[in-house]
């Protein structure tokens, strides 16, 4: 055998002290690497990150009847900006023109603080600064254009974000039916269709930058943003206008808590406006709280006709039959039902009078001697007929929120022998102002109760996705002739002698009943709620309508007639003044002296809407709409029966008027 010399031998400890030595150097980098550089390399690799990251889709619109856009989504910018990515060269030549540019938009800083604060991060090396947040586009558009920034999307530096913000152009309107929809919340509208508002999210690759943020890797998307489809509400935002104007004005005047006014399409349900309105910590009047929908109180007097209904239907009582409401007191069980003529010294009541004068002046004594005998010893019959009409049932509305009905049986435990004689004049039930308003239109209707519909239709881009059509509730809630008997009350209200007397109109028919209900009567405090729920025109029901003005001052008004019924009448007049009669409300026109009609034309064209000219003399019509600026073609001889633009129309961007007489 061969020894091995002892060069080889050292040679192959040389080598193994090499691999050693070796070994030992990669577990120190390892060691150093890991523990004390780490941190920092973790955070290099983390500077050049990528991810995906959704990008919002835009909100789809939300518009009135009329096309007036209710709610849309307006795109703002954060903007931020790198410092870094313009040459030594190109940064000199224009960071001060760049420092006025941004004092001129982005106003938080001077052209000299902007200068300063770009320089400095410039030197440090920082590669993302914040500029502002919130831009509008227009304002992005100009900032492009800026020195250095305009160098383009690499060496120019700017970086921005495009969000999402939800916007009402008509600010207050039916704000609180409109609703809104967040992470914690939905409300009105935007809640019960954000399925079909939201759209369909997209992506897109984005690098960070430092400290949390990110940019665009490229301009397009991974995954393209599919816009929300568009609503189309049931508001008309005329009729709107006036509601909501007139309820405040009331409010105001009367000092009230709060309010509502809703205004219903009798054949469809629609609702044409909506109108909620409470006291801030301020003073002001704002959409707070959506009243209409969702307070459920006691109705008060605008209950007796759903009492009457039924005691009419069952055939125990006529509107002519008499009853005797004595001096305006009726006890029962030891507890007093009182007129409201009672206890101003003077003798209350009204004595011995028909039903429909009971009903036309409101009485209390009148309306629960006409129900409470035929039903104290079987009152589950008359709080049956309440069941069978559906006052018990929630409306089923697609926006959330709605209040509970209250209607009592003799089930419950708080049950008494005054329980239904209360009942009758609207105490100890509870229907919201939506609700009630359903009952009245049903009668309007011919007895056909419909569900209020606040949505008509569902579109993306002129395609109908969705259409909501009238969804009848109960097709006939008391017989035809039951219906002709109430209608024929309600009309009588406005009658001369009725409660509601002072909201007649010389050019349209009101029906309807007044409510004025106390409060906290069992608290012997002294709050009222006035009420006023009807229809018009009385003898072809197009529209339906309640006003509810909660907790006025009691020592400048709190009836139904004086408080809330002025709200009803101008929603009427604003109605009748804008729609084309011939075509929706039966004319009064062959009745109508010529000096009340110019009057209504002038006071159509002072709220520029255009008038009915129908009738007039062509030297007549002329001086009408001459006094308001518009030029005139006349054609024919006679009597002017046809006119453009057509009547309601507005007039505000329109100059000349066009009639044909004959």
Not at 191 to 218: C, D, V
């Amino acid at each position: 055998m061969t020894k091995a010399s002892p060069n080889s031998d050292n040679r192959i400890v040389h080598l193994l002290i090499a691999i050693l030595v070796v070994g030992v150097l990669i577990l120190y980098h390892l060691f150093k690497t890991t523990i004390f550089e780490g941190s920092d390399l973790r955070a290099q690799a983390d500077e050049h990150a990528i991810k995906k990251v959704v990008i919002e889709a835009e909100r789809g619109n939300i518009f009135s009847a009329d096309k007036k856009l209710l709610a849309t989504s307006m795109p703002i910018y954060d903007l931020a900006f790198d410092p870094t990515a313009a040459s030594d060269e190109a940064f000199k030549e224009g960071i001060d023109e760049l420092a006025v540019g941004l004092s001129v938009y982005l106003t938080a800083r001077t052209a000299k603080e902007w200068k300063n604060y770009i320089t400095e991060n410039r030197q440090k090396g920082d590669r993302y600064i914040n500029l502002q947040r919130k831009v509008t586009f227009l304002e992005l558009q100009a900032i492009k254009e800026l020195s250095i920034i305009n160098l383009g999307k690499y060496r120019g530096g700017l970086i921005y974000e495009r969000r999402n913000y939800r916007k009402m152009p008509l600010n207050q309107i039916a704000q609180r039916t409109i609703g809104y929809n967040n992470q914690t919340n939905q409300a009105g509208i935007e809640g019960a269709y954000s399925s079909y508002l939201e759209g369909e999210n997209g992506e897109q690759w984005k690098q960070k930058i430092t400290k949390g943020q990110w940019k665009p890797i490229e301009s397009g998307y991974t995954k393209e943003p599919k816009n929300g489809f568009d609503i189309t509400t049931t508001i008309d935002t005329r009729i709107q206008d006036v509601a909501h104007e007139s309820l405040l004005k009331t409010l105001n005047k009367y000092e009230a808590n709060h309010g509502c006014v809703i205004v219903m399409e009798v054949a469809t349900g629609n609702i044409k406006a909506i109108a909620n309105l409470g006291k801030t910590k301020s003073g002001e009047y704002k959409e707070i709280r959506n009243y209409a929908v969702w307070e459920s109180t006691e109705p008060g007097s605008t209950f007796k006709l759903a009492s009457l209904m039924v005691a009419m239907e069952d055939g125990y009582v006529d509107t002519a039959d008499i009853v005797d409401t004595e001096n305006g007191i009726f006890t029962i069980y030891g507890k007093k039902v009182k007129d409201s003529n009672v206890g101003y010294g003077k003798p209350g009541g009204y004595g011995e009078i028909s039903i429909a004068e009971a009903f036309r002046k409101s009485s209390n004594t009148g309306i629960v001697k006409a129900v409470y005998p035929h039903y104290k010893d079987n009152p589950e019959d008359f709080v049956d007929q309440l069941y069978k009409m559906g006052l018990h049932k929630k409306l089923g509305l697609e926006i959330q929120g709605e209040g509970s009905p209250i209607i009592p049986t003799p089930e419950d435990k708080n049950w008494s022998g005054i329980t239904l004689p209360w009942m009758a004049f609207g105490y100890g039930v509870s229907l919201t102002p939506l609700q009630t308003l359903t009952f009245y239109n049903a009668v309007a209707n011919d007895g056909k109760m419909v569900k209020p519909i606040f949505v008509s239709q569902v579109t993306d881009h002129g395609r109908v996705v969705k259409q909501n059509d009238p969804y009848v509730l109960n097709s006939s809630i008391c017989s035809q002739e039951t219906i002709d008997k109430l209608k024929a009350l309600m009309e009588g209200v406005v009658k001369k002698g009725g409660t509601a007397s002072n909201l007649r109109l010389e050019d349209i028919k009101l029906a309807g009943k007044t409510g004025t209900c106390q409060l906290n009567y069992g608290s012997g405090g002294r709050e009222y709620q006035a009420s006023f729920a009807g229809y018009f025109p009385a003898d072809d029901p197009k529209y339906s309508c309640i006003v509810v003005v909660s907790k006025p001052n009691i020592y400048k008004g709190y009836y139904g007639n004086t408080v809330a019924g002025p709200v009803f009448k101008a929603v009427a007049e604003e109605i009748y003044l804008m729609t084309p009669k011939e075509d929706v409300i039966k004319p009064y026109e062959m009745q109508i002296p010529t000096t009340q009609k110019i009057e209504n034309a002038e006071r159509a064209l002072g709220k520029n809407y255009m008038p009915s000219l129908k009738g007039l003399t062509a030297p007549e019509a002329i001086q009408v709409l001459e006094n308001h600026g518009f030029n005139v073609n006349v054609s024919g001889n006679g009597r002017v029966y046809q006119q453009s633009p057509n009547i309601g129309d507005a007039v505000t961007n329109i100059n000349r008027v066009t009639l044909a007489l004959k």
